[in-house]
């Protein structure tokens, strides 16, 4: 099934590999779904069904003008898991990921999901205002927005350094690698890239979180510095009532492609 038709008529490319336990894979801004490469082959060489989708508005999904909200995010990932006739899912949302399945849940129910994992998820709130005051300042997310509209690829390619946490004296991925990550950001609506900014950086989840009723993995970096761990991994641990939270010390944000062994296996763990 190459892709999944959105309930306003949009396509979702869609990936669906293997048998078994089915694993749904939700990514990050501003990726694809290939940005799971490490990820998926593990899981398929460990028996399981695989499926990974690029969110509207990325990769070679539909290019919408609108719908870059999560209710309709959340909608969408309820296209693909009917369209691909899930059952005893766990859903992984990695980032930007981890906010689909919050709303999904509370907006579509878990009939469908067996365990959930959050890995450097956005859940529960990004924001700095006053009943959040660890949060992201609201300018940030602005000059992000402004930097992709002067600049798109200027702005990815500083972001990835920032991503996997490369610096003068470290490099924890290799120079093709964050090629590659470059290529998968690029093929994103430009329209899209800024508007989920606000998406990611200014929805509150914690309304949210309630609805996650099932087992819980939540996995986070020390060292993020893009969805810093104090207000997104250690937050969400406290409002989600079966949530175990793992904390990997010294890692960016980008951990599935910096630490991928370390989180093939506690995925893998967690799931069989």
């Not at 999901?113 to 890995?119: D, F, G, K, N, Y």
């Not at 329209?191 to 998406?199: P, S």
């Not at 079966?242 to 991928?260: D, K, N, R, S």
């Amino acid at each position: 099934m190459p892709s999944v038709e959105t309930k306003d008529g949009l396509s979702l490319h869609v990936k669906d590999m293997g048998a078994g336990k089915p694993v749904v894979l939700i990514h990050g801004w501003p990726l694809t779904g290939d940005m799971f490469e490490y990820q998926t082959v593990a899981l398929l060489e460990a028996g399981f069904r695989v499926i990974t989708y690029d969110r509207r508005g990325f990769g070679q999904s539909s290019h919408p003008a609108t719908g870059y909200d999560y209710d309709t995010f959340a909608d969408d990932l309820a296209a693909v898991l009917d369209g691909c006739d899930v059952q005893g899912a766990t859903l992984v949302g990695f980032s930007m990921g981890g906010g689909e399945i919050a709303r999904y849940l509370s907006r579509h129910g878990a009939a469908r999901i067996a365990r959930v994992a959050l890995v450097s998820a956005v859940v529960p709130y990004m924001l700095k205002d006053d009943s959040n005051p660890n949060g992201v300042d609201a300018g940030t997310f602005e000059e992000m927005k402004a930097e992709i509209r002067k600049d798109r690829f200027a702005f990815l390619g500083d972001f990835a350094k920032k991503f996997y946490g490369v610096g003068l004296v470290s490099s924890p991925v290799s120079a093709d690698l964050m090629h590659w990550s470059f290529m998968l950001a690029v093929m994103a609506s430009p329209l899209a890239t800024m508007r989920c900014v606000d998406a990611f950086g200014k929805t509150d989840f914690r309304p949210d979180l309630a609805a996650f009723t099932m087992p819980t993995l939540i996995i986070h970096g020390t060292a993020d510095n893009t969805v810093p761990i104090d207000v997104a991994g250690r937050a969400a641990a406290k409002g989600i009532a079966q949530a175990q939270l793992i904390e990997y010390e010294g890692e960016p944000h980008g951990l599935f492609a910096t630490a991928p062994e370390r989180l093939n296996r506690d995925l893998i763990g967690f799931i069989a």
